[in-house]
């Protein structure tokens, strides 16, 4: 007697890449916006980039319901923290938060790849980079989804700079200027979209800087 | 079954008229965790787990000896057989003076050794006195017993200086605590051993100790693929831990086996025939 699979999953998966760089003064984090499941395209239109806070962005890929409902969860907490606090999160705080948000669904995961990008209490660009469960490490420059494995080999080529880990410590942020930061996430998504069937339509880019958030759009391969 | 969510409490007043409702202070409740509704939570766990694959992979080694402990880990986390980051802090700091180590699944270390830094603090609040490092171990152990068999995935050590000196144990998934002086946890942990028991002297200097587990590390990174990335030394005194070093294993490399330069002439003298 063959054992029954369940042929319902909780889970389904619709595709997408997120890519966040992180800069001395600024933050882009960009997202395409093709929202797919199986084979079958379901928008071409679909924005994966939340503004949580004044300085924390998330960007998440993976399963698009399981990222509405946690960006819920994180838009409520950080109205009671204002509330409390009087002021907005820092991104670092929101950091934590989101990390604590994923493990608390340990055993039953949010299917969500995270990229969180912003800026620090200094004021410089920082990236936090996610896995489903919640673990979470600081970086220059991190992507998720379906095409973060050919995106991160180029990054990791154009920006990869000492580990935080290194003794003695070395500064790990980018040293390229804004417009080199958003000219090489286009390039990446432009090759992103040719060899991942997942990745496409058209690019959203959001640039997070002290003075405010600029948004900018490139079309993408829509095949 | 009926889990043990003392690790999540918080002792946060009650903001608000005694209501309970979380949406208006966000602290009241204790939080506790979803649960999938299925019969077959085993099944369901290996599916999620295949699904979104969290982070792990690593060696990682502490050692008691004269001088203290040695805490020594790699930075690399892999995805299947993705390495999703070469930077990962694997030595927590609890606080001043106790380290913990990450091995197998990066959240549940993390979440695991915050909340036991959290723990130990208010254990001093409470006590006037700091926790010592069989308490917090214990405390680690009993929490992570109560998820038993739920498919957490955590093997850390707990290193630290209390009242009796060096301490050093070993807490798993399974809730296991061990006492030693030699440990070394994660799928590098065959290959450092090799080098650490072979190299291993109770009287050593600090310098000589750093030495030992740095090359530890690097022969578990050079021979296992889950591991990689920069090899971090603590050592932890009597005044606290300190971070002796951070060096990239690639470097090590050519630090420990240098390449010795051939002369180019040669070769090409030899093609000309």
């Known amino acids: 007697m063959t054992k029954q699979h369940a042929n319902w999953s909780p889970y389904d998966n619709n595709g997408g890449t997120c890519v966040a760089i992180a800069g001395s003064d600024y933050c882009v984090i960009a997202a395409d916006t093709r929202m797919s499941t199986g084979y079958s395209i379901l928008s071409r239109d679909y924005s994966k980039i939340h503004k949580l806070a004044d300085r924390a962005v998330l960007s998440s890929s993976g399963f698009q319901a399981d990222v509405k409902a946690l960006q819920k969860v994180l838009k409520s907490r950080h109205l009671i923290y ?10 670092p705080a929101m950091a934590q938060l989101l990390s604590n948000t994923l493990y608390f669904k340990r055993f039953f995961p949010y299917y969500a790849f995270n990229v ?8 410089k660009g920082c990236v936090f980079t996610y896995d489903a469960v919640g673990s979470y490490e600081r970086v220059g420059y991190g992507a998720q989804g379906s095409g973060s494995t050919l995106i991160m080999p180029f990054l990791d080529n154009q920006l990869k700079s000492p580990s935080p880990l290194l003794l003695p410590k070395q500064d790990s942020n980018t ?23 997942y990745t496409g339509d058209r690019l959203e880019i959001m640039i997070l800087k002290a003075d405010g958030i600029k ?3 490139m079309d993408l391969r829509k095949d | 079954m009926k889990l043990d969510t003392s690790g999540l409490e918080t002792t946060m007043p ?11 202070d966000g602290f009241s409740s204790v939080p506790s965790f979803d649960l999938p509704r299925t019969t077959d939570f085993d099944g369901f ?3 999620a787990v295949e699904m979104v694959k969290p982070a792990k992979g690593t060696t990682t080694l502490a050692f008691i000896f004269k001088e203290g402990v040695m805490v020594a880990a790699d930075s690399r986390a892999s995805m299947g057989g993705y ?10 700091e609890i606080n001043p003076y106790m380290l913990g180590t990450m091995a197998g699944g990066a959240a549940d270390c993390q979440f695991w050794h915050r909340n036991l830094g959290i723990k130990c603090r208010l254990h001093e609040l409470a006590n006037k006195r700091r926790i010592s490092v069989s308490g917090a171990s214990k405390l680690l152990a009993n929490m ?9 995935s955590v093997g850390t050590m707990i290193a630290g200086w209390d009242e009796t000196g060096p301490g050093l144990y070993y807490v798993d998934n399974e809730g296991g605590r061990l006492k030693g002086d030699r440990f070394s946890v994660g799928s590098g942990s065959p290959y450092a051993y090799g080098v650490l028991d072979s190299g291993y002297k109770f009287d050593m200097s600090v310098e000589e100790a750093s030495e030992l587990a740095r090359r530890s590390i690097y022969h578990a990174t050079f021979r296992d693929g889950a591991s990689g990335g920069v090899a971090s030394v603590y050592h932890v005194g009597p005044q606290g831990w300190k971070k002796l070093s951070g060096d990239d294993v690639g470097e090590l490399h050519y630090h420990y086996y240098p390449v010795t330069p051939v002369t180019a002439e040669h070769v090409m003298e030899e093609a000309a025939e």
Do not use: W
């Open chain 1, 82 to 91: 204002q509330h409390q606090h009087n002021k907005q999160m820092s991104c």
């Open chain 1, 116 to 123: 969180l990008g912003g800026l620090d209490e200094e004021g």
């Open chain 1, 175 to 197: 040293p390229l200027s804004e417009a080199e930061a958003v000219d090489l996430v286009k390039t990446v998504f432009a090759s992103a979209t040719e060899r991942d069937i």
């Open chain 1, 215 to 217: 948004t900018e759009l």
């Open chain 2, 14 to 24: 009650v903001i608000g008229f005694g209501s309970n409702s979380e949406m208006l």
């Open chain 2, 45 to 47: 766990q290996k599916k």
């Open chain 2, 83 to 92: 390495i999703s980051s070469q930077s990962v802090k694997k030595i927590i």
């Open chain 2, 144 to 152: 992570l017993y109560s998820y038993r068999g739920m498919g957490l």
